[in-house]
């Protein structure tokens, strides 16, 4: 499968959370909002990508809609191996973390 980058990471935990409503509009906000982070579309667009030729999300296209001018929308879910990917950061973060200064820890 091979490692995955920061970036990666927090994208993947962005598509979880939003379940059934992650696209790069929402990814983005979701980002934005619960990180320190300010992200440009393109950088979403380009890591999901990553993500998808790594069999970490999967990707559907939504029927066009009127209020999208008649354009499509992808959609995007974690795979099997996209939740696996996650769990082992996160419990890998969670290791490295615990014990360290109370400064340095995660609340």
């Known amino acids: 499968m091979g490692s995955t980058g920061e970036f990666e990471l927090l994208t993947l935990l962005a598509v979880a959370r939003l379940g059934d409503g992650a696209y790069g509009v929402t990814v983005r906000e979701t980002l934005e909002e619960r990180t320190s982070r300010t992200v440009t579309l393109g950088a979403i667009y380009k890591t999901l990508g990553r ?7 999967e990707v559907t296209v ?5 209020e999208r001018g008649g354009r499509r929308k992808k959609m995007y879910a974690l795979t099997t191996e996209g939740r696996a990917a996650v769990q082992g950061s996160l419990s890998d973060l969670r290791s490295l973390a615990r014990g360290l200064d109370p400064e340095l820890e995660a609340p």
């Open 51 to 57: 993500l998808e030729s790594k069999g970490l999300v």
């Open 62 to 66: 939504a029927p066009p809609t009127a």
